[in-house]
């Protein structure tokens, strides 16, 4: 299994500003994603973090909105930028690891943005 | 992606046998049946997964229907841990196991009863 962490785990921004979410695992993993979980909604994929390459978005986030870094085998982080209350949702990170058929996912971020 | 059904909502006693259905009808032959779980407040936790033949490990069993068009996740006893969201999950392995994106859908909410 993978160890994740995810910082922060929950916060309040103000809304206009950008917030930067960090997902660090234990041990180097083939693939991770980003997903967003809005109130009372399942999960949502935003993107695909490439290592050393620009992240892979779903329709409907962009890049300008959600940039994502992953600069090496075992981190990556997820911005949120010029925030709105519409942003106000859980973002989690997942792992997997080569040729696993698990995925393994962080316990999210809590975000609010008033 | 091919999509799955579920119920909304299931409910069961402590100790019982619960069984988690999910429809498949326009599954292809190259998915794999994947069930994952969400306690409160956590991330998705993965259950179980299967492509034609049943499934069982420690935390579950999976029952796949012969012309793959159904599947039914079962908990053998069910304790008051295993309250949670299961999503029924189709992921296409064309491509390996470089194509990890999970498509969730609403799942299953199941309340144990004490």
């Known amino acids: 299994s993978a160890v994740i962490s995810q910082k922060p785990s929950r916060d309040i921004c103000q809304r206009g500003t950008s917030l930067t979410i960090q997902c660090q695992v234990d041990s180097q993993v083939t693939m991770m994603f980003w997903y967003r979980q809005q109130p009372g909604q399942s999960l949502t994929l935003i993107a695909t973090?490439?290592?050393?390459?620009?992240?892979?978005?779903e329709s409907g986030f962009v890049i300008d909105k959600f940039p994502i870094s992953r600069p090496n085998l075992t981190f990556s982080t997820l911005t949120v930028s010029n925030m709105s209350p519409e942003d106000s949702s859980i973002y989690l990170c997942?792992?997997?690891?080569?040729?696993?058929?698990?995925?393994?996912f962080g316990q999210g971020t809590r975000l609010t943005v008033v | 992606d091919a999509k799955t059904t579920q119920p909304n909502s299931m409910e069961s006693n402590e100790e019982e046998p619960v069984h988690l259905p999910c429809n498949h009808s326009t599954i292809s032959g190259t998915d794999y049946i994947h069930w994952y779980r969400q306690l409160p407040s956590q991330g998705p936790e993965y259950v179980i997964h299967g492509l034609t033949s049943n499934v069982n490990n420690r935390m579950a069993s999976l029952a796949i229907a012969e012309d793959r068009k159904s599947s039914t996740l079962i908990l053998h006893r069910a304790t008051l841990r295993d309250a949670a969201v299961y999503y029924c999950?189709?992921?296409?392995?064309?491509?390996?196991?470089?194509?990890?994106?999970?498509?969730f859908g609403k799942g299953t909410l199941l309340t144990v009863n004490p």
């Open positions: 999950i189709l992921r296409d392995v064309t491509g390996g196991g470089s194509n990890y994106k999970l498509t």
């Open positions: 997942s792992v997997v690891y080569q040729a696993n058929n698990e995925a393994f």
């Open positions: 973090a490439n290592q050393g390459s620009e992240a892979t978005y």
